[in-house]
């Protein structure tokens, strides 16, 4: 059973930074996709960005430049560095992977940028 725990949201004003954590257990985590998802109030969840196993990474164009996924095959963990953050990214960020045709994710972390 995959389980994911997150960890590092909170309250940041707007242009300061923030880094999330994802720890996983239960598989072979270096072989897997791993991603990040946002859901704000009243939205749908959203892709933010992802890896892969090989370390190639995607990112929606909001946060494209901004915010950097990264992963640590050691220690089972996926991070997510968002720098110059904005209201706009203010959502509860969920970590995210598939396997065997099933979809996994942690119980989310809120991030929330006001001033």
């Known amino acids: 059973q995959v389980q994911l725990v997150e960890s590092g949201g909170g309250l940041v004003t707007p242009g300061g930074s923030l880094r999330l954590s994802c720890a996983a257990s239960?598989?072979?985590?270096?072989?897997?996709?791993m991603a990040w998802y946002r859901q704000a109030p009243g939205k749908q969840r959203e892709l933010v960005a992802s890896i892969t196993f090989a370390r190639n990474t995607n990112y929606a164009d909001s946060v494209q430049g901004r915010f950097f996924i990264s992963r640590d095959n050691a220690k089972n963990t996926v991070y997510l560095q968002m720098n110059s953050l904005k209201p706009e990214d203010t959502a509860v960020y969920y970590c995210?992977?598939?396997?065997?045709?099933?979809?996994?994710w942690g119980q989310g972390t809120q991030v929330t940028v006001s001033s």
């Open positions: 239960g598989t072979i985590f270096r072989l897997l996709t």
């Open positions: 995210n992977t598939r396997q065997d045709l099933k979809n996994y």
